[in-house]
């Protein structure tokens, strides 16, 4: 089987499983602010989750370009991978990081479904993108890291057993670099809630289980550090390519969905006696969105392939990043104007998906962090921050 033909299974295989999930299911959700617990159960059920867990470890083995295609069928087909993408990118750190008694442990048990890895806290309310600046702090004491401090925006805590905390475990003014003194711990949800954690939700525009986290003497075993202490931010970096590429494909899903939606619109609402798509004032701005999102999602595929190669792809998972964003973007906005009026009525679903695609100008990384990344690290220009 050649890849272009697993791909296209791939892709029909998530396209059925998605078809269950149609557009009333997410809404009915996005009103109760409520998360796609069968959704979830049965993408994990048909092992799509662990696609990128190894086969020794329960999982499927595949390459990160497979992986992606999964998460941008399930934004394609109008649902929204962001209740679930974590688990991929944030098992990698285990994967790459743990050791072999967390990896024998933890990585069958989340293949198979029983335990969920689906929260990542890195973001601080006062410290924000300036991630190095970070004021949780985990101090060692006999064999338990105790912490304090508080998180923002860390998303699916509530649906998750676990979660991957970062924490400063050498205070800045102890440390060379400002880079180091940061760790990765694996948090048991189940025993750290209500045992010197608080969850607090935060109410927002979009349905995304978003939380702020609150630590007052966490004990978290010693056994539970991933990797060396003070290497995190290390760890953390090494996770962000797969990031960038899996959230660039989730972009080119909803683009595609975006364009699909508003090319089959025009094609059926008559107005002065022609459907709208026969005025090029609605036909160019589709085509367009089609265009640009068929240019990203080139660059998205090369990022993948240098990935899946084991070669450094930084630059092209940034590009890939910032440029389905922006085309995911732009595509919500000519579906808007071309469904006029409806666009605004719930059950077309525009709304609800042009509020979700614009998440991904700031999240999990900002536009503007992005453009400083290829200007200091590809262009060679002076570092800004
Ligand atoms: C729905 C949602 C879910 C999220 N889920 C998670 C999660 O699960 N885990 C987690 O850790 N985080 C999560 N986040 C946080 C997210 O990663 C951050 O919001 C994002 O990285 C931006 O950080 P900030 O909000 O603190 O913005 P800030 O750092 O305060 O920046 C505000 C704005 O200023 C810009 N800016 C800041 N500094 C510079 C500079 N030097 N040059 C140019 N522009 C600059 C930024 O680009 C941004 O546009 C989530 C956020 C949202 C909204």
Known sequence: MTNNDLNADLRTAVGELCSRFPGIYWRELDKREAYPEEFVRALTDAGYLAALIPEEFGGSGLGIAEASIILEEVNRSGGNAAACHAQMYSM????????????RHYLPKIAAGELRLQAFGVTEPTTGTDTTQMKTTAVLHDDHYIVNGQKVWISRVEYSDLMLLVVRTTPLEHVNKRTDGLSVLLVDLAEAIGHGMTVRPIPAMINHASTELFFDNLKVPVKNLVGVEGQGFRYLLDGLNAERILIAAECVGDGRWFVERASSYARERVVFGRPIGQNQGIQFPIARAHVDIEAADLIRIRAADLFDNGQSCGAEANMAKLLAADASWEAAN?????????????EYDIERKFRETRLYQIAPISTNLILSYIGQHVLELPRSF
Do not use: D, I, N, Y
């Not at 990698?92 to 990896?103: A, C, D, I, N, P």
């Not at 000519?334 to 719930?346: I, L, N, R, S, Y």
């Open 334 to 346: 000519v579906a808007m104007q071309t469904f006029g009026g409806f666009g605004f009525a719930e």
């Open 92 to 103: 990698g750190t285990l994967l790459r990081h743990g050791s072999e008694t967390q990896r």
